[in-house]
């Protein structure tokens, strides 16, 4: 039992009595949710329209007269309340027939202690009062659905199953009571015949519709459970794609470590053979380096031509000569032990030096020039070959 049942047993009431006695038993059984069931009927019988608006009516007085038997005061203080709310527009929205019946309810409450004294002048005082503005009744908010289209028929179908239910339990009720009433025939209720007859007629055609609902309920339930088998059909469907979307996708793995396991090879292979062409082209400098530090040893460096041939005639002079000793004695006027001082070795290469410098400058001479050089080594070379070199012990005597 829910809110939802409720109203949909309000939408589907009707002016007999036994509609209107099945649905405010309905509501005095429900006591948690009789607040609810209030708003519910107070936002109904604002919207309806005159002949619905008296039916609510109606149905507001069996409830509070029910109430008041069984000593609900809580039903009865609600309803009050919730009267004097809706007792002014609804009175002035109806005709002039509704509103004596409206009038002829407020006498019966009074008439039967229903509310309390205070409550009904001010419900007299309502009815009396001009027409006031309707009070607004907000709309609820749509609610956005968050069903899903595969599960939105069944959702529907068991919104369905509701409704009928609701309907066919109100059916049920009053069956069940006047069955108690009308198939006893031992008890002392009992109406004259032809009444009773009708009565039974009345209660056949109830069964006829009751067994009507139930086998909509049935046909119902069917629909649902074959909407289930065919969205369990869909489910194992989609299960069986889902294997093999993830096979697939794990073969794609597998290939994609087998790529990245040859790609890792080839980069480490390059890697090496990168590291190894970098060892050899390192030893190969090396070794480059090495042969021109040997070249550079062995191979004697030139400026110029020129150079190289006026070194030529000190080169031969010095080949001559059997030590540095003896080359000096070979320039010296006198023979004395002096001239292996220090002084006397140094005016030596001074003089050495002056004589390249004049050979130097001699390069750029005529070839008279160089014949004349030539001689001149010649005769040096002679008198060096005529001249007694000392000894070394007569050198070294001399020294002590």
């Known amino acids: 039992m829910s809110v939802q049942s409720f109203t949909t047993r309000l939408d589907n009431i009707n002016e007999t009595q036994d509609s209107i006695n099945a649905l405010s038993t309905y509501m005095i059984l429900n006591d948690s949710l009789f607040d609810q069931f209030i708003n519910v009927w107070k936002t109904h019988i604002l919207r309806a329209d005159s002949s619905r608006k008296l039916l609510l009516l109606y149905l507001c007085n069996d409830v509070v007269q029910k109430a008041k038997r069984q000593n609900k005061s809580r039903y009865l203080s609600k309803f009050s309340d919730t009267l004097l709310d809706i007792i002014n527009p609804t009175y002035h929205a109806v005709d002039v027939n509704i509103k004596k019946k409206i009038s002829r309810l407020i006498s019966v409450w009074e008439d039967r202690f229903v509310f309390e004294t205070e409550t009904i002048n001010n419900l007299k005082d309502q009815i009396n009062k001009p027409a006031a503005k309707e009070p607004v009744i907000s709309q609820p908010e749509a609610q956005v659905s968050t069903i899903t289209p595969e599960l939105k028929h069944i959702n529907d179908l068991f919104q369905h199953i509701n409704q009928l239910t609701d309907i066919s339990q109100g059916n049920l ?56 088998e065919s969205l369990l059909n869909v489910i194992n469907d989609g299960i069986k794609t889902d294997n093999t979307k993830i096979a697939v996708i794990r073969d794609k793995i597998n290939k994609i470590k087998e790529v990245r396991a040859a790609l890792s090879g080839e980069l480490k292979n390059s890697t090496e053979q990168s590291n190894n062409n970098d060892g050899n082209n390192d030893k190969d400098r090396e070794i480059e380096e090495q042969l021109e530090e040997e070249d550079d040893d062995e191979l004697p460096k030139y400026e110029n031509q020129d150079s190289e041939s006026d070194d030529e005639i000190p080169s031969k002079r010095r080949k001559l000569s059997p030590s540095p000793s003896a080359k000096k004695v070979a320039f010296s006027e006198n023979i004395e032990i002096n001239e292996f001082e220090h002084e006397h070795e140094h005016e030596n290469e001074e003089a050495e030096a002056e004589e390249f410098e004049e050979k130097d400058d001699l390069k750029d001479g005529d070839d008279e020039e160089m014949n004349d050089v030539s001689d001149s080594v010649q005769q040096e070379e002679e008198v060096y070959s005529k001249e007694e070199t000392p000894s070394v012990m007569d050198l070294l005597k001399k020294l002590v």
């Open 173 to 228: 009720t009053q069956l069940g009571i006047q069955s108690k009433t009308y198939l006893n025939l031992e008890s002392d209720n009992l109406p004259k015949t032809q009444v009773h007859l009708n009565k039974l007629n009345v209660l056949e055609k109830l069964s006829m519709v009751s067994i009507s609902n139930v086998e909509k309920i049935k046909s119902t339930r069917e629909d649902i459970k074959n909407s289930v």
